[in-house]
């Protein structure tokens, strides 16, 4: 499995990606909203895309759909229940799905809502997993849930599934925003000496050649993975009160996303 990762330049410092099979040269694009820009890289590659996938209904995510089907004939595939969000899906994705490109690669769709309720996820079946999260997990942050979303179920895919991957897993988000999620971490956790030297490298590095972490990283950097630590619960306490002495990780998370919203 061979990763092509696209910074787009825009406004929002979105990610687009292309996934490709090292023995035929079939690829997937994962939210090409940059169309010509992920054309371009797939040309200069020699890879032909075959599927495109949405991890979800946003226009960030979906706006170069029309010029890459129009381009590639791809087949678009999407979480099912955005199929009725998002023109022309050929496959509504469920959680277990194989997404399978080539000889080489195999995708495995994740239902991880949150962000919005109709979110996936894509885990490699590889010998080092990666993970293509969207918007909901960012390089030491997580999704907002404005439009369309919902901060338990949030909470619920951090906990349940993303908490619960290889630690080996490799992060590959939707967007770069990791000079200001590490400076929100260290807001909440000012000890955090990892997430400050990692600070000292995010704040000059080039999205366009991106720092890759992993979720063992994460769970070291990433103050919604850290919901027991007493740095945050201290800091979380001074803002909000009435949060007790030993709040559980549900109320951290929630209370943790809220600040978030307004940093």
């Not at 023995?23 to 994962?30: C, D, F, R, S, V």
């Not at 967007?175 to 030297?197: G, V």
Request: net charge negative.
């Amino acid at each position: 499995m061979i990763v092509e990762q696209i910074y787009t330049d825009n406004a929002w410092r979105n990610f687009n990606y292309l996934i490709a099979c090292s023995e035929t040269g079939q690829a997937l694009a994962i939210d090409p909203l940059e169309h010509e820009k992920c054309l371009a890289a797939a040309k200069r590659l020699g890879w032909d895309i075959i599927k495109i996938l949405n991890t979800h209904e946003h226009s960030d995510h979906t706006g170069g759909n029309g010029p890459m089907i129009a381009a590639t004939g791809a087949k678009l595939l999407a979480h099912h229940g955005a199929k009725n969000k998002i023109p022309d899906v050929d496959l509504g994705l469920r959680a277990g799905d194989i997404i399978k490109i080539g000889k080489t690669v195999e995708l495995e769709a994740l239902d991880t809502p949150g962000h919005t309720m109709s979110h996936v996820c894509l885990l490699s079946h590889t010998d080092q997993p990666a993970l293509f999260c969207g918007d909901t997990l960012f390089n030491a942050g997580a999704g907002n849930c404005h439009n369309g979303g919902h901060p338990e179920e949030l909470y619920e895919t951090f906990s349940s599934q993303l908490s619960e991957l290889p630690d080996s897993t490799r992060v590959f988000p939707g967007h770069d925003y990791i000079a200001n999620n590490l400076e929100f971490t260290l807001n909440r956790e000012p000890d955090n000496a990892k997430a400050s030297e990692l600070l000292a490298t995010a704040a000059k590095h080039d999205p366009h050649q991106a720092i890759v972490t992993t979720l063992g990283l994460e769970k070291e950097i990433n103050t919604f993975f850290r919901l027991q630590n007493p740095s945050v619960i201290k800091t979380l306490r001074e803002e909000f009160a009435s949060l007790p002495d030993k709040p559980n990780s549900r109320e951290v998370f929630l209370r943790l996303r809220e600040l978030r919203n307004n940093w």
